[in-house]
């Protein structure tokens, strides 16, 4: 495919921003408006950017985790996340959270919910690039009938 | 307490995602399908024996309380659906491990039969219509995943119809629990329970005649069954099989607790539901007459058996409501054993075409021996689990003087001895027909097969304590107080 060189610049600087937004969301989920999968979204927009502008092989190069394992791994954080608290005696699914003052950051409140939030933010970021392997690909030469 | 209940839904979740990290190792997948299922199926026994011993089991998920949280309840009527799905759960997964087949070329068949198994957990154990709703979807999207893999031209078209059918009654259900919160403030079963009391009867009627017609989609009732023996059959055999025993039977499992639990007794549709029991059984079995293929046959047969269990909830008494909880478990067990067994013999002869098939008695006698007790247990034949459940529906009918529909039953289940006699003398006497591009039969399908009937005979050898528990659930149930007691603790 041809490439455009205005589109892979903008790409470049829209991938990353929308990264650290998606992040932000991320953290600020438990809160505020956000969340792992609103945070989640917004990391596979960022995907479909560079998909657009360089197809599917950037797409692949984004990670070297196949997205399987990426979807894979954000529902055994997830679930464990889930889990933990029946081990600790308590309902599935309770949250518990630290508050603490840190250098730089300042007043910091840690959930354990933000542990959930990242599975399902992993869960959302591989399976879109999960849609992207079964339906972004070239063609095959054999559907050229 | 609670993790008893947590467990069957968290854990086969935590299952499946493990089973996609390591999708590369497929001895991994088998061991950890196979451990989990054995460990809930312990799981839910145990929950049966405390449900029965102490009373429902209930457990609020993020420990925020009823009505706000996420209730879990397991009462008897779900304690013992659940092992009963657990178990056949459980068989069907070793079967495909021998069957290869699925199991072997798709890496996704074990993590997304560890999520359906979740959804279909959750289903029986949620206290809360939302909740609900979204256990269908869980079990419903794996669903979708687990008819079309393959990805065979008749398999995505059947799979069309189904993934339609059940968006319309997903959407159904969605505007149903809409019109539920809205008119009643809450969505939580046991509050609804008292909640419900408080509105016009129209109203409250009308809304659970919405209910009704969605679980109605879900359980196959007639009207509203056209989708199912269309597309169940194209499934592989260890999917249709599990399909066949489970999905419809959670959607009636839905009806029974719905209908109980938001309708006081004075509103109950009673002819309502007995008319759609009639209608089902009988449009059912004459659709299995018609049919040439073992799967379509065993498919029609599936929807005329939902019409028992609707009549039994129909009758609203202790003998009728105790009789479909027996029947429920009854087919859970028995539906599912004859499609592994049908799959059997396809996988024995290459076909399931009946005009193809034959002399199976001396070239498969395992898969005629397989076929036959279930095929007599479902026909209503003594001493089977099939008899022991009819006996019970029509003797709860004939109490109450309901002679039309118990005739009809009667009919029905004369019918589907016909239809068994059909696949039997088509595939398993006969002359003996050269056999296509088979297989020898593996080991742990005839062994799967072998235990799930094994199942079924003990169902009909201990039926005196599962009939008694099962009297106990609908007793329960219809008195609706012990529910709400249990959930809201007041």
Known sequence: MTRSPIMDTIADLVFHSAIVLSLYFLFAGHNQPGGGFVGGLVAAAAVVVYYVAGGMDEVRDLSRFRPWTILGGGLVLASLAALVPLVAGDALLQSDYVEGDLPVLGHVKLTSTLLFDSGVYAVVVGLVLMVFEGLGDEPEAEDHT | ?490
């Open chain 2, 1 to 490: 307490m609670s993790g008893l209940l947590a467990l069957p839904i968290a854990l086969p979740i935590g299952a499946a995602a493990v089973s996609i990290v390591v999708g590369r190792w497929r001895a991994a997948q088998r061991v950890i399908g196979v451990v989990t299922l054995v460990a809930l199926v312990a799981d839910a026994a145990v929950l049966l024996a405390r449900a029965d011993s102490d009373g429902a089991v209930v457990g609020q998920a993020g420990g925020w309380e009823a009505p706000f949280g996420i209730t879990l309840v397991a009462d008897r009527l779900s304690a013992v659906l659940l092992l009963a799905s657990l178990a056949t759960l459980l068989a069907v997964l070793v079967y495909a491990i021998g069957q290869g087949g699925v199991e072997r070329n798709h890496v996704g068949f074990h993590p997304v039969y560890l999520t359906l198994t979740a959804g279909v957990s959750a289903a029986f154990l949620t206290g809360d219509l939302f909740n609900m709703f979204v256990s269908f979807e869980v079990m419903l999207t794996s669903s979708y995943v687990l008819l079309t893999l393959g990805g065979r031209r008749d398999q995505v078209r059947t799979g069309m119809t189904y993934v339609v059918i059940s968006l319309v009654a997903s959407v159904l259900f969605l505007t149903a629990l809409g019109l539920i919160y809205s008119s009643a403030g809450t969505v939580n079963l046991a509050d609804l329970a008292t909640r419900f009391t408080q509105l016009p009867v129209g109203e409250r009627q009308a809304l659970a005649l919405l209910v009704l017609v969605v679980f109605g989609i879900k359980a196959a009732v007639f009207p509203l069954f056209f989708w199912l023996p269309d597309s169940y059959p194209t499934a592989p055999t260890a999917v249709t099989a599990v399909f066949a025993g489970l999905l419809t039977k959670v959607g009636v499992y839905a009806i029974i607790r719905t209908q109980t639990v938001l309708l006081p007794p004075g509103d109950r549709p009673q002819v309502l539901l007995l008319s759609v029991a009639a209608a089902t059984m009988l449009i059912g079995v004459l659709g299995a007459i018609a049919q040439n293929d073992i799967k379509r046959i065993l498919s029609f047969h599936i929807v005329s058996q939902i019409g028992y269990m609707v009549m039994g909830l129909g009758f609203f008494t202790v003998a009728g409501l105790g009789g479909a909880v027996f029947f429920v478990v009854h087919q859970i067990i028995t539906k599912t054993t004859l499609f592994l067994a049908g799959g059997l013999v396809e996988h024995r002869t290459g076909t399931g075409n009946l005009d193809r098939l034959g002399g199976l008695v001396r070239t498969a006698p395992a898969a005629a021996v397989l076929f036959l007790v279930p095929a007599l247990s479902l026909a209503g034949i003594p001493p089977f689990s099939g008899f022991i459940g009819k006996f019970a529906l029509i003797d709860a009918g004939l109490d109450d003087g309901w002679w039309g529909v118990v005739a009809v039953s009667l009919l029905a289940s004369l019918l589907t001895l016909f239809s068994m006699t059909k696949i039997w003398a088509g595939a398993f006497w006969g002359e003996a027909e050269p056999v296509g591009p088979g297989h020898r039969l593996p080991g742990l399908m005839v062994g799967a097969t072998a235990a799930l009937t094994a199942l079924g005979l003990a169902v009909a050898i201990f039926a005196g304590p599962l009939y008694a528990l099962s009297e106990r659930a609908a007793d329960d149930m219809l008195q609706g107080t012990v529910y709400v007691q249990a959930v809201l603790g007041r």
